[in-house]
């Protein structure tokens, strides 16, 4: 048996390959869960890196650049001289060291959604990674008139990035608040805090000072609360916002466009610059189309039943496509254990 040693920010103990943890929240870690069941077939374990040491393991994975001083830590971990794999999951919003062309040449091969990393010659041994999902045999089919008009489904955080998408997520909260709040549903965490949402500078400065909190951070009127089932959730809903963390990066495609595809509801979706090359068009609205709040929600409040159908007979003829098998789980293991067993040379 060979070892491997497995390193992230958030995971000891095994917890990530548990399919009970509480992480695993609507299956989010079934890909890492089904690695290791298929790594142990092969002859190799995979555990934390509190249960095994990068210094007795036969292999070091890692997911994401994280941690001060990356380039240090893991010019460190090199000396050890086992084979070493990086998996960038993270958005630039959240780490934008994942992007660092020197910190990822130490690794012996990258797995990155940013398609401008795989077509760059700066970079060898570098593999596409996408997120990965358990596809639905059937997409589900409410009742039209019977469905909510839209919501939105995310957590409340702030970020520096020039693209982030955090803010625009705010935007459209407030404006249905505003404008339309019987058409749209807030859920996630930190929404409670509606301070969180504003630039961390003014929060500072202002919003401490009670006075004025409820005046420049009202509390957010549409939150629902947290979900305990996101596909329960958006099967109620027509349409959901479906925005990922940052804009413009090819080939970055979460959770997000797929937990509302699932469900039965149409995803309103922006992120990569090149969803239209992953995803058919006809199944999602691009948010990039319309010019204002406005016209969307004009766009959305006026369709009718039929046209909505044919959007989920697309996102139906999707999920049992060739275009989708990327975006399954299998394809995730397949891809994985077979830079492994290269580096294990087995």
Known sequence: MKYISYLSSCFNDNNCFKANAVYNRDGCLTHLIELRESCKKLGFLINTNDITNPKDSDLVLIENVFGSNPYKRFSE????????????????????????????????????????????????NINKFNYTFEFPKKVPRENFLN????????????????????????????????????????????????????????????LQHGPWSNYFAPPFQSYKGIVDSKLQTLQNYKFSICFENVKDI?????????????????????????????????????FRRFSSILQMHEYLTTMESGKYEEYLDAIDRFTKSELSVPFKHESFVDSMTKVIQKHLQI
Not at 106 to 118: G, H, P, R
Not at 257 to 277: E, H, K, T
Request: hydrophobic letters at 35%; one cysteine or more; glycine letters at 4%.
């Open 77 to 124: 971990l090199k000396t050890l001289c086992k084979p070493m794999i990086l998996i960038c999951s993270e958005s630039p919003a959240v780490l934008k060291t994942n992007n660092d062309i020197r910190i990822l040449k130490l690794f012996d091969s990258v797995f990155s959604y940013n398609d401008e990393l795989l077509s760059s010659s700066k970079l060898k």
């Open 147 to 206: 469905k909510k008009l839209l919501c939105l489904i995310s957590a409340n955080k702030r970020s520096k990035h020039s693209s982030e998408l955090y803010s625009k997520r705010v935007e459209i909260i407030r404006w249905y608040e505003k404008n339309s709040p019987r058409g749209f549903d807030l859920y996630g965490t930190g929404w409670e805090n509606a301070k969180k949402a504003m630039a961390p500078w003014f929060r500072r400065k202002i």
């Open 250 to 286: 090819g080939g970055y495609i979460t959770e997000k466009i797929f937990d509302s595809m699932f469900a039965g509801c149409v995803p309103i979706y922006l992120g990569a610059d090149n969803i239209q090359d992953y995803i058919p068009r006809e199944c999602f609205i691009n």
